[in-house]
């Protein structure tokens, strides 16, 4: 018995220091309008913000996926959305592209640490050197017009990228290995007694 609270111990030590990534389901936050305008510009999720660059441009709701995005026809040019973690640090992992509209056919990302990836292509594409990033500026690469695209879940990961095990994580593993060392000593008969 003692054997195994040791190792469950052990493993919640372990398992407390690691963190999943989290997933923006693009339908269980809310969105708001924060630059006066008619149409919606801001959505948050799980501590996230996704926000528009310009006003006029907008987010819509069950556009192409569960959020589309396009300029409108008052600004035919790029169109620029921005993910935040409100200053803090994360990990961008990967994005599910539901579609393209009106002749867009590529995303180019850039992230706060200076990193740009052109996305093109549907389903859940792969996000490479977005690690330890303040933000990053999703672009809709425009020829004029209307064109847009559609996401439907964005995977972000907050845990750091060099990870520093907390004090409390360090006590439990302490404790841990000196119960399992208790525990074998006195199951072993020593010599000479």
Request: glycine content about 14%; overall charge negative; hydrophobic content about 45%.
């Amino acid at each position: 018995m003692k054997k195994l609270a040791c190792l469950a111990a052990l493993s919640l030590a372990f398992s407390a220091a690691q963190a999943a990534p989290i997933q923006l389901d693009l339908t269980s936050g809310a969105f708001a309008n924060n630059n006066g305008s008619a149409v919606v510009d801001t959505y948050t999720e799980d501590g996230f913000r996704l926000r528009m660059v310009r006003a006029g441009d907008h987010f819509d709701p069950g556009y192409i996926g569960d959020i589309g995005t396009h300029n409108g026809f008052q600004n035919a040019d790029d169109v620029s959305w921005v993910i935040d973690f409100f200053g803090a640090s994360f990990n961008l992992v990967n994005i599910n592209i539901a579609g393209y509209d009106a002749g867009a056919a590529s995303v180019t990302v850039t992230g706060s640490n200076g990193a740009t990836q052109i996305l093109s292509g549907i389903g859940t594409l792969a996000i490479a050197g977005m690690g330890n990033v303040t933000s990053v500026v999703f672009n809709i690469d425009q020829d004029g017009g209307t064109q847009g695209f559609g996401f439907s879940e964005i995977n972000v990961d907050t845990t750091p990228a060099q990870q520093v095990p907390l004090p409390g994580t360090l006590a439990l593993l302490g404790l841990g290995l000196w119960a399992l060392g208790i525990s074998r000593r006195r199951g072993i008969p020593r010599i000479g007694s």
